[in-house]
């Protein structure tokens, strides 16, 4: 629908003929839909990092799915006007000025049976705070757009960390386990792709990658007098519309996609944010209920305008000199500990025949 409206050429993107994914496969080939979710999931102490459009999604799925169980949310801004395009649940609400992850948090408590709570703050911060010291948290679902946050919320060292990533096209999910500490922890997995989309961004925007490290603020002359020849032309028109880097960023790649945007559209397309947070959900549910099952560390849809043939599932080993490799005996004592503070508190609020659905 996208590509009718904004005429995206044939030639860059052609229509998709009844393409279907499935996300228990991770493929467009398969022969079911997929085993029946049972009909109550018990989370394990969940946290959700991040609350802007990754989160919405994510959010918006968990109230849709039979869990219980208690989330806390981690966000250290508060919504505003330019997040109406891209956070799905921000259409129904006057959630504006309000901080995204007490928001969040009121809207998933009042929409399901899970119990959350939210705290505007950084992740780094956060994970030191009594709220979530009371907790034990095993479980991360990450909808986060920096590499710094991605490494501050390995920090947590969970069970299992699912992280979903955007960027104008394309979504990704990452994920690790610690019982397979073979494969890449988000610190290791986060150096190179960054650095990849950087210089993707360096290519498509002309700006320099200082400039591309601050994307919330508005671009600036000196910028643009920084910046590849051959783009400064295009940055001046992004200069007079007042962009931010962020937004510059966006509209260099519709533009790749051959869409001309009209003067005042902000390219925001908030199914490319919903695609990573139903790829973040699917994969905590598989890793959650279906421990034993092969999976990939990484699983992309590269560009959601070209479907199938832009899907890739690869997995990266661990680095040797990361956190994960060196500190694993540490590692898997907070795990003990973790488990054995989840199954007293457990019995200490129910006090009776509650089964407790840890992770084994
Ligand atoms: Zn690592």
């Not at 959350?116 to 679902?141: C, H, N, P, Q, R």
């Amino acid at each position: 629908m996208f590509k009718r409206i904004y005429g995206v050429p044939a030639s860059v993107a052609p229509l998709l003929d009844k393409a279907e994914l499935s996300l228990f496969e991770n493929s467009t080939e398969f022969d079911s839909a997929g085993p029946l979710l049972p009909d109550n999931i018990t989370l394990p102490d969940t946290l959700l990092v991040g609350g802007g459009a990754i989160g919405n999604g994510i959010a918006l799925l968990m109230t849709q799915l039979p869990v219980v169980g208690r989330v806390h949310i981690v966000d250290k801004q508060s919504y505003q006007d330019e997040n109406h395009g891209t956070s799905i649940l921000l259409e129904k609400s006057d959630w504006i000025g309000n901080p995204k992850a007490e928001q969040l948090a009121k809207w998933i408590t009042q929409n399901s049976t899970l119990h959350a709570t939210g705290d505007k703050a950084f992740i780094s911060d956060a994970l030191g705070s009594e709220a979530v010291k009371s907790m034990a948290i095993d479980l991360v679902l990450n909808g986060l757009d920096n590499v710094q946050a991605r490494h501050d919320s390995q920090l947590a060292w969970p069970s299992i960390i699912v992280d979903g990533g955007i960027n104008e096209t394309g979504a990704a999910v990452i994920q690790h386990r610690l019982d397979n500490q073979g494969l890449a922890c988000l610190i290791c997995a986060f150096k190179l792709p960054m650095h990849d989309i950087r210089e993707n961004q360096r290519q498509l925007t002309g700006l320099n990658s200082s400039v591309l490290s601050d994307q919330g603020r508005f671009l600036t002359e000196q910028d643009i007098i920084d910046a590849d020849p051959d783009k400064q032309t295009w940055l001046r028109e992004m200069l007079k519309e007042k962009r931010t880097i962020c937004s510059v960023v966006s509209e260099a790649g519709l533009r790749r996609l051959g869409v001309k945007a009209e003067d005042g559209f902000r390219p925001s397309v908030p199914f490319v944010a919903t695609a990573a947070a139903a790829m973040v959900i699917a994969e905590a549910l598989k890793a959650f209920l279906y421990p034993g099952r092969r999976y990939s560390q990484r699983f992309t849809i590269g560009n959601l305008f070209l479907g199938p043939q832009s899907l890739a599932n690869s997995s990266r080993h661990a680095e040797p000199s990361c956190s994960c490799v060196r500190h694993r005996t540490l590692i898997h004592s907070l795990l003990q500990r973790r488990k054995h503070k989840s199954i007293s508190q457990t019995n200490a609020s129910f006090g009776h025949t509650t089964e407790v659905r840890g992770r084994a």
